[in-house]
């Protein structure tokens, strides 16, 4: 089982910033495709940021330019740098681990609050 272990958030002001950290209890990334989702109240949960096992990443409009994606694989650790946050950027930030193959698997952390207000 893999276990995914968030941190990082926090209260900022708008235009603030906030790096958040994913620790993986295993070395994965080399065959799990990793996600950074939000989930804001009475909202469905929605795609952030993604990086494939091969390093490619990819970003949701709201954030893209604003939001940045990396990994260090030595550390089992994946990142989200976040620079100038809105308030709507508020909501429970989650990292999300998934593969398809040789099963489809899928494993989330436990979320960490992310709130933007003055």
């Known amino acids: 089982q893999v276990q995914l272990v968030e941190s990082g958030g926090g209260l900022v002001q708008p235009g603030g910033s906030l790096r958040l950290s994913c620790a993986a209890s295993a070395s994965i990334f080399s065959f799990y495709a990793m996600g950074w989702y939000r989930q804001a109240p009475g909202k469905q949960r929605e795609l952030v940021a993604g990086?494939?096992?091969?390093?490619?990443?990819n970003y949701a409009d709201s954030v893209k330019g604003r939001f940045t994606f990396s990994r260090d694989i030595s550390k089992n650790t994946v990142y989200l740098q976040m620079d100038s946050l809105k308030p709507e950027d508020t909501a429970v930030y989650y990292c999300?681990?998934?593969?398809?193959?040789?099963?489809?698997?899928?494993?989330w952390g436990q979320g960490t609050q992310v709130t933007v207000s003055s």
């Open positions: 999300n681990a998934e593969r398809r193959l040789p099963q489809p698997s899928s494993y």
């Open positions: 990086i494939t096992s091969g390093g490619r990443t």
